[in-house]
């Protein structure tokens, strides 16, 4: 495995992508790690294309992302797959984390119809 130099070498010709990046946020005990990544890229090409920050909601993303499958699985703190989570952005969108935050009390509530209208 190359060291850390060697990286930082190769990368060196490719494109930063630091200025753009949003926070790095913590899923604390949530198994919502698709949900994260996925609010960090919308976050990013938020970022990219209208040079300011926002924080969508990472919750509201994983339960919805879950609630696609529900009559199968139940809504459970459990994972998900990027396409269950990318069909549940394009389904129902994302509100601010302001509007539905990330609290580990809220991981199987269905967030309120505020939300839903926001997103």
């Not at 300011?52 to 919805?64: G, K």
């Not at 199987?108 to 997103?119: D, G, I, K, L, R």
Request: hydrophobic fraction near 40%; charged fraction near 15%.
């Amino acid at each position: 495995m190359p060291n850390k130099d060697e990286l930082q070498q190769f990368s060196a010709d490719h494109a930063l992508f630091n200025s753009a990046m949003t926070t790095v946020k913590d899923q604390s005990r949530i198994g919502s790690c698709t949900a994260n990544s996925l609010a960090g890229a919308y976050e990013y090409l938020f970022k990219k294309s209208a040079g300011s920050n926002i924080d969508v909601s990472r919750l509201f993303i994983y339960y919805n992302a879950r609630a696609l499958n529900a009559q199968m699985y139940g809504i459970a703190n459990t994972g998900y797959s990027m396409t269950d989570a990318i069909a549940a952005l394009e389904q129902y969108g994302t509100c601010f984390e302001l509007i539905w935050p990330y609290k580990i009390s809220y991981v199987n509530v269905q967030p309120s119809e505020a939300t839903y209208e926001q997103a």
